[in-house]
């Protein structure tokens, strides 16, 4: 089945690590991207991609990084610097720039302890 | 499930009855606008959505209203059920490019 991919489903980090978020899709999609969810602010852009081994900073980039080496995968990667990282992390990807439906995961939940 | 709308706004209606959930936008460049539903612990799902050249786009029990002059959407539900029940979604996406930006969102809450 095609889909598109999040693990994994729960995370705990330590203070002053970094940590990668999963994000997988088979849709042979061209765009993908990391939002963040907080409680009463709905879904926040992180990094988004148009195509392999390219990447814009969306509206909080600051504090993490993200990479596009192939079609299918587009991590993310929560730096010590994000000074506040524990939240919902969601990804999403479709197909080109006509294109509005973007299909999520299930979503990461992050917890720094 | 996850929380996600602990500070969201609440709608709540009775079953059977029609919905109205609004948003208000910032972009007068985006070219789509579109509506998402999410439910508890779930990545959200696409409803509807609408080119900035329309006024009125239909689908099956949902129209989407969009309002330029006053940058203002909204996504009718006809017959609410309480399978409706979730957090809505408006997001925008950039003319000519990939970008989708989301707005706070809207709990629908469905009385039987």
């Known amino acids: 089945d095609g889909g598109i991919t999040q693990s994994p489903k729960y995370l705990f980090r330590k203070e002053g690590q970094n940590v990668t978020l999963s994000c997988e899709q088979n849709l042979n999609h061209d765009a993908m991207y990391w939002y963040r969810q907080d409680p009463g602010q709905g879904l926040r852009l992180i990094y988004y991609?148009?195509?392999?081994?390219?990447?814009q900073k969306g509206d909080i980039a600051e504090g993490y990084s993200v990479s596009r080496e192939k079609k299918e995968s587009f991590p993310l990667t929560v730096t010590s610097a994000q000074k506040n990282p524990t939240a919902f992390y969601l990804c999403?990807?479709?197909?080109?720039?006509?294109?509005?439906?973007?299909?999520f995961g299930q979503g990461t939940r992050l917890t720094v302890v | 499930g996850e929380s996600v709308g602990l500070h969201l706004p609440t709608l709540s209606v009775q079953e059977g009855d029609n919905s109205i959930i609004n948003c208000a936008y910032s972009?007068?460049?985006?070219?789509?606008f579109i509506w998402y539903k999410q439910e508890s612990g779930k990545g959200p799902q696409f409803i509807i959505d609408?080119?900035?050249?329309?006024d009125k786009r239909q689908g099956q029990r949902v129209t989407v209203l969009l309002n330029k002059t006053v940058k203002h959407l909204s996504l009718q539900i006809a017959a609410t059920q309480p399978g409706d029940s979730a957090v809505y979604f408006c997001a925008e996406k950039a003319g000519g490019y990939q970008k989708v930006t989301f707005g706070t969102g809207t709990k629908l809450q469905v009385i039987p």
């Open positions: 609408i080119r900035s050249n329309m």
């Open positions: 991609s148009q195509i392999v081994n390219d990447f």
């Open positions: 999403a990807s479709k197909y080109g720039p006509q294109n509005t439906e973007a299909f």
């Open positions: 972009n007068s460049a985006s070219d789509y």
